[in-house]
């Protein structure tokens, strides 16, 4: 396991994210033909440590996160970043929930994302290990991607993502249907980003994910938002009855 150190080198965001100033979410519109998704929707997420978004599905948790990414345009509003609409794409890591990988080497794969991250070509290959050793797969350099447990896969995306060194980074449902010695493998990785400077933002439904990860909890349900708390609290007390009857395991309709 790299010391801290390492990881500051290895993770710290190669540009500054923003500090104190909140990321927001003002009046934003989006609609899909006919079908509105979000009306006026205003939200304001922490520009440090890990936010967790929860919800039913269908609750608009994965296009939130497309639009911070500005992998969707709101049709009205806007998602301002450090008080600009504009929103930095250079500074955001993007983990889907499903691994999309290249035909290529674990390794291979590091050092494609390194070479676009802009890293100088005498530097990629101590870079590439560095990011083998954060995450156990030294052994599994030379494999082939995508044969891959499901888990390692996820966990060689999460690398990938982290080769640029991002100010942000966001993941969608990261583990989902992985078994408990994955995730954990995962979460590790993202505490220690965290720990080194960049923004989290991460989709879940597991609770438990929650509580050991995150340190607010902002809650949707269908296209609006009902609570945002600390975690503990959100957890503890929600601020809504809707949140209330989500941690309760009800059905939301």
Avoid: W
Avoid at 69 to 94: K, T, Y
Avoid at 127 to 156: F, I, W
């Amino acid at each position: 396991m790299l010391k801290m150190n390492s990881d500051l080198a290895l993770l710290a965001p190669a540009k500054p994210f923003s500090a104190h100033l909140p990321i927001q979410f003002e009046g934003v519109h989006l609609s899909f033909g006919k079908h509105l998704i979000f009306s006026n929707l205003n939200l304001e997420i922490g520009a440090q440590g890990i936010t967790a978004i929860m919800g039913p599905n269908g609750a608009g948790k994965s296009l939130i996160l497309r639009l911070l990414a500005g992998l969707l345009m709101p049709g009205q509003g806007s998602v301002r970043f450090n008080q600009s609409n504009r929103i930095p794409r250079d500074q955001i890591g993007f983990v889907f929930q499903r691994p999309v990988l290249l035909r290529r080497s674990v390794q291979d794969n590091l050092l494609h994302a390194l070479a676009i991250a802009g890293v100088e070509r005498g530097q990629r290959s101590l870079r590439a290990g560095a990011l083998l050793d954060l995450g156990g797969m030294q052994h599994l350099a030379k494999s082939p991607a995508r044969k891959l447990s499901g888990g390692e896969q996820q966990r060689l995306t999460l690398l990938r993502a982290l080769a640029a060194k991002p100010g942000l980074l966001i993941l969608d449902e990261p583990s989902a249907s992985l078994d408990p010695q994955a995730t954990a493998l995962i979460e590790n990785i993202v505490l220690r980003a965290s720990q080194c400077g960049v923004k989290v933002i991460v989709v879940t439904h597991d609770q438990g994910q929650a509580l050991r990860l995150a340190d607010e909890v902002i809650f949707v349900h269908k296209g609006r938002v009902h609570a945002s708390q600390a975690t503990d609290e959100f957890l503890r007390t929600p601020a809504s009855r809707e949140a209330k009857a989500y941690l309760a395991g009800e059905l939301l309709i």
